[in-house]
């Protein structure tokens, strides 16, 4: 399993959150619903942007410097920025937010779980670990 | 003291001990994946994942240290 795990976590926490809100804005309201939206939103967009970095500066091959430097100038000012205005704002309720913000965690670690658990190799290290033991 | 005055005391300190705790988790997972990328460079993407999975996990606490910063501002007046 390589990066593609991750773009998994990133689709399955959008195809979650969208189910999520609908029952948001049935049994609290709209507000509440969008202010999820938006964490979830905020969320997959960092995590999408560290997924960049890492694999554009932490690489063993040539580093593509200006795109990293692109991505670090929009993830740290540009997307911390709007966090703060989001959350400054006050108009979501900041529960919300936060709560579509964590969605994504328990998420990966329940995707990882269920990996460990049907005894699937989570991170292609065990097919590596077997091959150099025989 | 009163809880303004020891709110205000303590809110920087907290803020900048979640900072410098974030800072040391990702300075040493960032480290110990160039490490491990150099000495295995064809697991660079099984790394890279367990690094970027890592490094959402460690920035979300301080980010939580944050919000819970900008609530408890908002108690100072």
Redesign the interface.
Known sequence: MGLEFITRIIRTTAVFALIVALYLTMYYSGKVALGFLIGVAWSLTNLYFIKGMVTELITPNETRKDVAVVLGFIKFPVLYVGGYLIVASGYFSIYSLLAGFSLIFPIALLKVLGRVILRMDVFGFEKKHAEGAH | MDYKFALALSLPLAIGLAAIGSGFGLGRA?GQ??EA??RQ?E???????????G???I??LT??AL?AF??LMGKIG
């Open positions: 960032v994946a160039m990328i150099g460079p697991a660079a993407a099984k790394i890279q994942v367990a690094m970027i999975i490094s959402a996990f920035e979300a980010i939580y919000v900008f609530i």
